[in-house]
């Protein structure tokens, strides 16, 4: 056989195996009887469908994110959305000059979300988009504790005897635990207690003095879903500034899960730009908002709300951007994923989700105080989440955390924890609703609860002893709990 005919012999032979090649069964393939890739990148190439298979494979033994009653983070959005966003994930959002398009549509979400929340055009409000409402925190902070340093630079307040501070109920998210500790400033936490599971308004203002940047009131508290009081909050720092002129202190309102939902189900409600003294709020998009992660909004009252110091002008591919965010280069998705919702859903359309959602939620929490063991804390009053304890007389040989154990083993996670500063020996259960929990799935997950009740309240546990040991006792040992 000659050089050339052995040549064409193989390059027909690569040929064939092109073709083939993915005719190989995915689980019959090399590839797929070897280990991913963990410490160190695989040498070779492997097939696109042998991957994502194999990726999606090892993925499939999570839980069910529509069963996952713990997160905020919505799990389910249209067909449509998902593909339109798809197509805009290779879109970098901050490069405004070569995507104006992407730009438009997050000024319009800024300026929509804005009007939603009462802002004035009048006052130039300003906003932008951000990963999630953590960092719509951080630059909300941020602008709080610029404006402080100029006014006490005015007011002769000497920056360097302390550290500024900020006031926040302890039902705070942990974000506003890495802002302070990032930039160095006390947090001044108002304890909850049982007869005030939200800001609490006859200490709040014990804790603000000349150092205090700014409060912080929290709409729809991660523990039970609690609004604070933002309309007594706005008075009460309305008659503080009265009296402190020369270094005003102003609210911002983290609006939590309560941001997007207060404007549809309680539009009187004032929490918002209606009131004098909050000049920031920010939110998730990827909550209440109905986008998947991650997303979030942080609108000022203003110009003069948010400092000049915390906007950047950069020359950016051909382009001067001002750019306010924290984080810089990100997919568009997000934002188009956004606008989508708003214009997909409108006012209506949020309303009745919304609605629908508290609905399923109000029903759960019925069944689970028709029980009789425990005690309602939250009843998805303004959101859709539910809280409860047990409730001291139970008398059950069980805590909460077997109950979430049982429960979790049937796919439905329900977390238990404790309760912040001055109620941690209070333990409680919650759950939160989003839009993807219809009524069917909602009478499951009551059925199961009712069952594993059953199987904790009938439960024998063998005592570890010697040979011959037959001791038995109800209940699960709590050890470590």
């Known amino acids: 056989m000659t050089r050339k005919s052995a040549g064409r012999i193989s390059d027909e032979l690569a040929a064939l195996d092109a073709r083939t090649r993915y005719l190989t069964p995915i689980f019959g393939s090399e590839a797929s009887d070897v280990a991913m890739p963990d410490k160190k990148i695989n040498r070779k190439p492997i097939e696109p469908r042998i991957a994502s298979e194999m ?25 449509a959305a998902t593909q339109l966003m798809a197509e805009n994930l290779e879109k970098n959002a901050i490069d405004k000059d070569e995507y104006p398009m992407t730009a438009d549509l997050e000024n319009r979400c800024v300026d929509i979300i804005g009007s939603l929340w009462n802002a004035d055009p009048e006052e130039k409000p300003m906003g932008t988009s951000t990963v999630g409402s953590s960092e719509a925190c951080m630059l909300g902070g ?13 007011a002769g307040v000497d920056r360097n005897a302390k550290r500024p501070n900020l006031v926040i109920s302890s039902g705070y998210q ?21 007869g005030h599971l939200s800001l609490n308004m006859d200490t709040v203002m014990n804790s603000v003095d000349d150092y205090t940047i700014g409060v912080v009131a929290i709409l729809g508290i991660t523990y039970t879903g609690k609004y604070d009081d933002v309309c007594t909050l706005d008075k009460l720092v309305g008659s503080y500034n009265r009296n402190h002129p020369s270094l005003p202190i102003r609210i911002h309102v983290d609006g939590a899960s309560g941001g997007m939902i207060a404007p549809f189900l309680e539009p009187d409600l004032k929490w918002d730009f209606r009131l004098e003294n909050v000049w920031s709020i920010s939110t998730s998009g990827h909550k209440y908002g109905l986008v998947y992660p991650g997303v979030g909004w942080v609108i000022w009252r203003s110009k003069e709300a948010l400092p000049e110091d915390l906007i950047f002008w950069v020359s950016y591919l051909g382009g001067e951007e ?15 994923g956004q606008y989508y919702m708003l214009m997909r859903n409108g006012f209506d359309g ?13 029903y759960m929490a019925d069944e689970i105080g028709k029980m009789g063991l425990f005690e309602m804390l939250e009843k998805a009053e303004r959101v ?45 259960q919650r759950l939160v609703l989003r839009q993807d ?25 063998v005592l570890a002893g010697g040979a011959g040991d037959d001791k038995v006792r109800n209940g699960f040992d709590h050890s470590g709990r």
Request: proline residues 5%; hydrophobic residues 45%.
């Open 55 to 79: 990726i999606r494979e090892y993925l499939s033994i999570e839980g069910n994110a529509t069963q996952n009653l713990a997160t905020f983070c919505q799990t389910y959005m249209e067909p």
């Open 350 to 362: 949020y309303k009745e989700i919304h609605q629908r959602t508290i609905d399923v939620a109000r």
């Open 174 to 194: 942990v974000c506003w635990e890495k802002f302070c500790r990032y930039w160095e400033i006390d947090m001044r936490l108002v304890p909850i207690d049982e």
């Open 384 to 428: 859709p989440i539910v809280c409860w304890r047990l409730r001291k007389d139970a008398n059950v040989p069980w805590t909460l955390y077997d109950l979430e154990d049982r429960l979790r083993m049937h796919g439905w996670m329900v977390p238990a924890y404790p309760m912040p500063e001055n109620m941690r020996d209070v333990d409680v």
């Open 322 to 336: 001002a750019t306010i965010a924290i984080n810089f280069s990100r997919s568009a998705s997000q934002i188009v």
């Open 142 to 154: 941020l602008a709080m504790l610029f404006r402080w340093k100029k006014l006490a630079d005015a």
């Open 437 to 461: 929990f219809s009524m069917p799935l909602a009478m499951l997950c009551i059925r199961e609860m009712k069952k594993q009740i059953e199987v904790l309240n009938g439960a024998r546990v």
